[in-house]
C-alpha cells in the first residue's frame, strides 16, 4: 500500500457548520467504494456519519461556529471506524427517549442515535457523551446468516 492510500484511508477533519458535513461525509464514503465495499454498506455508512455531524453540530456545539467538529476515520477492507467529537457539553445517551416507543412517535428526538445504532455494528458514546464511535463490519465478508448458526453450533 503506497503512503498516499494510506493517508486517504486514515485522516482527520474539523467541520463547524453544516454545509461541510456532505463534503466530509463523501470523502469517507469515497475511502470505503475504493476498497469496494457494497452499496448497503456505504448507505449505512453515509447515513451513520451524517446523522453524528449533524447532532454534533446542532446538539453538541449548539451551531456556535467557533465550536469545532472533529472526525477521524480510519478504513480498511474489513471495517470502517469513524470517531466525531464535538465541543458540547456532552448528555447521557441513556436519557435520550425510545422514539419506536408510542408515547414518542410524534417526537423527533432520538431518531438520529436509533438510525446510528440501526444502521452500524457498534455505535459508543464516550467521555461526556460529546464522542461517539461508529464501526462498521463490511457486510460481504461476513458469514450469511445460515452459516453464522452452523458456526455457532461448533
Known amino acids: 500500500m503506497t503512503a498516499r492510500n494510506e493517508e486517504r484511508k486514515r485522516t482527520r477533519f474539523s467541520l463547524s457548520q453544516r454545509s461541510e458535513v456532505p463534503p466530509t461525509r463523501d470523502k469517507i464514503i469515497a475511502s470505503l467504494r475504493e476498497l469496494g465495499y457494497p452499496q448497503r454498506d456505504l448507505f449505512a455508512v453515509r447515513l ?11 446538539h453538541g456545539n449548539k451551531r456556535d461556529r467557533r465550536k469545532k467538529v472533529t472526525v477521524a476515520y480510519r478504513v480498511d477492507p474489513q471495517k470502517a471506524e469513524i470517531t466525531v467529537t464535538d ?7 441513556t436519557t435520550v427517549p425510545d422514539c419506536t416507543a408510542d408515547e414518542n412517535l410524534c417526537k423527533t428526538c432520538g431518531r438520529g442515535i436509533a438510525l446510528m445504532r440501526g444502521f452500524m455494528d457498534v455505535v459508543e458514546f ?10 462498521k463490519f463490511r457486510s460481504d465478508l461476513r458469514p450469511a446468516p445460515a452459516d453464522r448458526a452452523q458456526v455457532m453450533l461448533k
Open 126 to 135: 464516550l467521555g461526556k457523551g460529546n464522542v461517539v464511535r461508529l464501526v
Open 87 to 93: 465541543q458540547g457539553a456532552g448528555f447521557d445517551p
Open 48 to 58: 451513520a456519519i451524517n446523522e453524528a455531524l449533524v447532532n454534533a453540530i446542532e
